[in-house]
């Protein structure tokens, strides 16, 4: 289990990290959402043990990770820009890990090679930048961390590729009882494969829960009436958003569901339905109710 209590970040006068809050447990992905500048890259770097908040502490496992060598070997933090030894190939790089990582599982990593057709004895600054990011994940994943933190790691990828990554890194989480957090903007693949989700913006933590109770408490409702509404009664719906198409009423709501049904039932719709709405469709309708839109864009995010 690896927990955030209370974090707090700041770069010079600027509050990067407010009072974050995070739970997650063995064999669970977390997808960490967030607008540009939200703090992201930099909650990870905290969690990995990087840089040092100035409240609040992670725990994994029951132990700090602040200053605690035992603690920092079982995370694995995955930059968005990989960086490998000057001049040197795969083999090489897993030789290197293995020198200061007794555990670290030099066959697995050859597997993994092998299964995403990459070669282990050629120069990897002579990779492309997709490529590079395959070997990074590879080369992570054999070192079988407890923790495995994500950053921007599958893009770059091709389709292919990116959903292989995706099923192994699910398959490693759930067999193994890894954490794993992905950290992007990507929500179509957050919804692919996480089980639980949360949006970070300007350095607060909202809307942590499993993924279908986030994506399930906005939803979009449509209707149809014989007789007009007057708009004080579609008021009382609370909508977030209100489309009117002759006498189709498409409305997105937050909420009880049952509630919410209710009162539509009042009106004697003609036909009434609930539909989903996808988690980038949550999300987007999360950010305008945080101002994002309005020109309230933080800064960008510190190192």
């Not at 958003?241 to 498409?250: A, D, E, F, I, T």
Request: charged letters at 30%; a negative charge; aromatic letters at 6%.
């Amino acid at each position: 289990m690896m927990q955030t209590e209370h974090i707090d970040k700041r770069f010079g006068k600027k509050k990067v990290l407010n009072d974050v809050n995070l739970k997650v447990e063995e064999g669970h992905i977390f997808g960490l959402l967030g607008t540009n500048g939200a703090g992201k890259s930099t909650l990870l770097r905290i969690i990995s043990g990087i840089i040092r908040p100035e409240n609040g502490c992670v725990v994994v496992n029951g132990d700090e990770v602040w200053e605690n060598p035992a603690a920092k070997e079982q995370i694995c933090y995955l930059t968005d820009d990989p960086a490998f030894l000057y001049a040197s190939s795969i083999r090489q790089m897993g030789a290197f890990r293995k020198a200061w990582q007794p555990a670290y599982d030099l066959e697995r990593l050859r597997i993994l090679c092998e299964r995403f057709s990459l070669p282990m004895d050629e120069r990897i600054s002579s990779f492309s930048k997709g490529t590079q990011k395959r070997v990074q994940v590879c080369l992570a994943l054999a070192g079988r961390p407890h923790v495995l933190l994500c950053d921007e790691t599958f893009d770059g990828l091709d389709p292919v590729m990116r959903d292989a990554f995706r099923k192994t890194i699910g398959e490693e989480t759930w067999d193994r009882g890894m954490v794993t957090i992905l950290a992007g903007h990507n929500q179509q693949e957050m919804e692919d494969i996480c089980d639980s989700v949360g949006f970070l913006h300007e350095g607060k933590l909202l809307t942590v829960g499993d993924m279908d109770s986030v994506v399930s408490g906005i939803y979009r409702i449509q209707f149809a009436t014989e007789e007009e509404i007057p708009e004080r009664e579609i008021e009382r719906l609370h909508p977030l958003r209100s489309m009117r198409q002759g006498k189709l009423r498409v409305l997105t709501v937050k909420g009880d569901r049952e509630e919410t049904m209710a009162k539509v039932r009042a009106f004697r719709p003609l036909f009434a339905e609930i539909l989903p709405l996808s988690l980038e469709e949550v999300f987007i309708l999360e950010m305008e109710e945080q101002g994002y839109t309005d020109g309230s864009r933080g800064e960008k995010e510190g190192a």
